[in-house]
């Protein structure tokens, strides 16, 4: 179970980072770049990422 947990929280991390990326304009090439509304997206799901982390350490002890 806290195998699936981190592998989850790592997709949210990383595609939060490229949505957060995109909705800044730092990374072009999407019908996201230059949206900010996506810029705040990534920022929730990276924080859902971090906070299932948290929970399969926790799961882990």
């Keep these: 179970m806290r195998y699936v947990l ?3 929280a790592v997709l ?3 595609l939060g980072t490229i949505w ?3 909705g800044v304009n730092v ?3 999407s ?3 230059g949206q900010i509304q996506w810029a ?3 920022g929730v799901a990276v924080l859902g990422g971090l906070i ?3 929970v399969a350490r926790r ?3």
Excluded: E, N
Aim: proline residues 4%; hydrophobic residues 55%.
């Design 40 to 42: 705040y997206r990534g």
């Design 6 to 8: 981190r592998i989850s």
């Design 52 to 54: 299932l982390l948290l």
């Design 20 to 22: 957060i990326l995109q």
């Design 12 to 14: 949210l991390i990383v």
């Design 27 to 29: 990374l072009p090439g």
């Design 31 to 33: 019908f996201m770049t």
């Design 59 to 61: 799961k882990a002890s």
